[in-house]
């Protein structure tokens, strides 16, 4: 069973910073992709960035240009830088991954708060 712990998240004030690990236990196959979605209080989840094995991202278009994601494949790990946040970043944010193609399998973190003052 492969288990994904989020870390880093915390409070900033708009314009801040924070960056946000997520370590995955166990073996995970490959090809497959790592990635970080969040949920606002009564909104929907949603996509901000994720990472193929292969080294290709992809982000959400309100994150393009402030957010950056990374992996680690070494240490079944997958970082977000966040930059310039702002109120609305606001959300909790999960880990997961899953196969390249299809959802035959699929795991998620236990999520990180990350709120942002304005």
């Known amino acids: 069973q492969v288990q994904l712990v989020e870390s880093g998240g915390g409070l900033v004030q708009a314009g801040g910073s924070l960056s946000l690990s997520c370590a995955a236990s166990?073996?995970?196959?490959?090809?497959?992709?790592m990635g970080w979605y969040r949920q606002a209080p009564g909104k929907q989840r949603e996509l901000v960035a994720h990472?193929?094995?292969?080294?290709?991202?992809h982000y959400a278009d309100s994150v393009k240009g402030r957010f950056t994601i990374s992996r680690d494949n070494a240490k079944n790990m997958v970082f977000l830088q966040m930059n310039s946040l702002k109120p609305e970043d606001t959300a909790v944010y999960s880990c997961?991954?899953?196969?390249?193609?299809?959802?035959?399998?699929?795991?998620w973190g236990q999520g990180t708060q990350v709120t942002v003052s304005s």
């Open positions: 997961n991954t899953h196969p390249l193609n299809g959802y035959s399998w699929s795991y």
């Open positions: 166990g073996s995970i196959s490959r090809p497959n992709v």
């Open positions: 990472m193929t094995s292969g080294g290709n991202p």
